[in-house]
């Protein structure tokens, strides 16, 4: 008798899928999109679009305003459907063992154990930084290839300390990726600038935390020669044309990201002010556009707010006694810290 159980290989067969599940919500504040659409209609986009013909595949006009925008070479560029597609590409590429520090992007460890590479976790210090002394053991016993340091950090917010990144630079004979999605809201400065004096640095941006989350657009900035070996493992055509037609023009007038951006800024410190005048809520200091709070029941206050229309992530089971909330729009936020008021013991 066929069973399909017998063909799937034994790593993938103990593997969960990646949730993104949608809650029918009033304020939808659990996924760490962005509260603000870019307005369209992005008319001439859709008037030089050509549904027969396959998309540009080497993405060369968007690449161009992508390495203006963080000051590198278009060489140094590599266009992803999504972080998570490049993240695919680079363990693909250079293979493991992985290491990382947790709790953190759990897409590291998915595609890693998917593709068969071996994956070390380290637990972050007591104030959600890098262990360095850890990390660092575990880079000279087990000589990992890649090493993903996700800073702002998801799901704890922060940014690891900038000395610690630069000492595993130093230390590693592996690549080492600094995976920037949410640097817009950070007040430290991001490591493009570093690239040049540190040949196995690997950057990452995207732009779905910024507004174009419905893009699926993400990018590695390394060093050329890192990028033409990544970009061998890339699927043919992997960003369609109207992403890279829409993306080109909102970044060649990029003014309402920019406010956006700033508006998200202001809108967490309030909340962060707000909630730590709440009896029994502790938020942690954010540098993203969400902030990690923990509460004495964690999983009675998600339901009690999702009962009242609220969604917010439920991380207890990641970093106990905690939950996560996405910044949104002054009028959500407002009535995010009325539902808390209401829902606290």
């Not at 990452?204 to 893009?215: F, N, V």
């Not at 009690?304 to 609220?310: D, P, Q, S, T």
């Not at 106990?320 to 909330?325: D, H, I, N, T, Y």
């Amino acid at each position: 008798m066929f069973n399909i159980k017998n063909l799937v290989k034994p790593i993938i067969r103990g593997l969960r899928a990646y949730e993104a599940k949608e809650v029918p919500c009033t304020v939808k504040l659990d996924a760490n999109e962005s509260p603000y659409g870019i307005e369209g209609p992005f008319v001439s986009a859709l008037e030089t679009l050509k549904t027969n013909r396959y998309p540009d595949p080497e993405a060369k006009k968007l690449k161009k305003i992508v390495a203006k925008w963080f000051g590198v070479a278009p060489s140094q560029v590599l266009h992803g459907n999504g972080s998570d597609e490049l993240i695919y590409y680079l363990v693909a590429t250079f293979g493991g063992p992985v290491l990382y520090p947790v709790p953190t992007f759990s897409i590291y460890g998915i595609i890693s154990q998917a593709l068969g590479e071996k994956i070390i976790a380290i637990p972050l210090d007591t104030a959600f930084d890098i262990d360095l002394g850890k990390m660092i053991a575990a880079v000279r016993r087990e000589r990992p290839k890649l090493i993903f340091l996700s800073t702002p950090n998801n799901p704890t917010g922060n940014c690891f300390s900038s000395e610690k990144i630069l000492r595993l630079l130093d230390a590693s004979k592996g690549i080492v990726v600094v995976d920037e999605a949410y640097q817009q809201f950070s007040s430290e400065k991001g490591f493009t600038p570093l690239l040049k004096d540190h040949k196995n640095l690997v950057v990452m941006r995207s732009l779905s935390k910024i507004g174009l989350a419905a893009l699926r657009l993400g990018f590695l900035i390394a060093d050329p020669e890192i990028i033409v070996e990544v970009n061998k493992v890339r699927l043919p055509f992997n960003v369609n044309a109207l992403s890279q037609a829409v993306a080109v023009e909102i970044l060649q007038n990029s003014r309402g990201i920019k406010a956006s951006i700033k508006t998200v800024i202001s809108e967490r410190r309030r909340l962060f002010r707000e909630m730590e005048n709440l009896d029994g809520v502790h938020p942690y200091p954010s540098d993203a556009n969400f902030i990690l709070f923990r509460v004495k029941d964690p999983e009675s206050l998600y339901q009690a707010l999702l009962k009242r229309g609220v969604l917010i992530r439920n991380l207890n089971s990641v970093v106990e006694g905690c939950l996560r909330v996405t910044v949104g729009t002054p009028e959500e936020n407002t009535f995010l810290l009325e539902t808390l008021r209401a829902s606290l013991p």
